[in-house]
């Protein structure tokens, strides 16, 4: 198989570029280097004698995509490359909108042209769906985006839905819950886990969001690997959104004890909340990836703590520079 990934140099896209090659694919990788990192390509670029990755420095907004998309004469398009700051979202909505609504456009234009149906796209997950009446939530919800982020993203959805209509693209819209894991950013908002555990591995101080009792639905990036490599290998025929995430919240404090637990620390106490449940965002209902794509986590908080906890730990202790993009 021939792949594109955009984003390639980020954390989640440069463990898809690993987990294609590692099955023996042909990847060009797409990144603009804004927030990726060449650190996280070390294992893929070392495949570039063998020609069997490409890496392409350029925007998805630019008018060479078509040119790259053409060239490389994809089976599937893996679209990772986006914006993903909340806030900056909300302090430059535009800047936010070009990358995630006119570079998606751009991306749909080049496959398109050059024939290629399946695109397989990181949509947002609990941001899509809002402020929803119930914990668990599948793809029948309606969406409720409620900041500039989440409105470009679903933006992105509804350009991949229209092209499939006009041109016959084959999309796959993943609506990935919280991913955590290996090669995260502690940097930002966008990544509670490998925020707090850098912060824990080094002894800083660390705020989490409004308090330790927040909850999220946290899934573990070589399971959301997995269910990209699912989506590319399904049927024409299946189109659509599709949530990725455990089904299960998980809180601050928990996940703060876990880590504790493997740096042989103290748990915090646990948190007391008015309702005897945890505040936060909504689990995703993978059910339909499980049924269509036969896709489902495997890695559990636990397992998934423990690798992140030990990576931060070699990464900070070699004072790689792993650290310093998104």
Request: contains cysteine.
């Amino acid at each position: 198989m021939r792949a594109i990934v955009t984003g390639a140099a980020g954390f989640i896209g440069s463990t898809l570029v690993d987990r294609l090659l590692a099955d023996g694919h042909q990847v060009v990788g797409v990144d603009n280097f804004r927030t990726g990192i060449t650190a996280n390509l070390e294992h893929a670029l070392a495949h570039r004698g063998d020609r069997r990755f490409t890496l392409v420095r350029a925007d998805i907004q630019a008018p060479e995509l078509v040119d790259i998309v053409a060239g490389a004469q994809p089976h599937v398009i893996f679209h990772l490359a986006a914006q993903v700051d909340r806030d900056a979202s909300v302090s430059d909505p535009q800047f936010d909108a070009r990358s995630n609504v006119l570079g998606t456009i751009n991306l749909c234009e080049a496959s398109r042209q050059a024939g290629v149906r399946r695109i397989v796209y990181a949509a947002s997950g609990a941001s899509r769906y809002g402020d929803q009446d119930a914990a668990l939530v599948d793809e029948s919800r309606h969406v409720d985006p409620l900041s500039p982020h989440a409105v470009a993203k679903l933006a992105g959805e509804m350009y991949l839905r229209a092209y499939a209509g006009m041109y016959g693209l084959a999309p796959i819209c993943l609506a990935l819950a919280d991913v955590y894991g290996p090669r995260q950013s502690p940097h930002g908002a966008a990544g509670a886990i490998a925020v707090v555990g850098s912060a824990m591995v080094t002894g800083r101080p660390f705020a989490v969001y409004r308090d330790h009792a927040t909850a999220h639905d946290f899934v573990y990036v070589d399971d959301v690997v997995e269910a990209f490599v699912c989506a590319a290998e399904a049927p024409m025929e299946r189109t659509g959104v599709y949530n990725i995430g455990t089904g299960r919240r998980t809180t601050m404090t928990d996940v703060h004890n876990l880590m504790a637990a493997d740096l042989d620390e103290s748990p915090l106490p646990a948190p007391v909340t008015d309702d005897g449940e945890a505040p936060g965002v909504i689990a995703l209902d993978a059910a339909k990836a499980a049924r269509e794509l036969g896709w489902s986590p495997r890695v559990d908080i636990t397992e998934g703590i423990r690798r992140t906890m030990q990576w931060l730990c070699d990464t900070l202790e070699s004072e790689s520079p792993a650290l310093v993009g998104a």
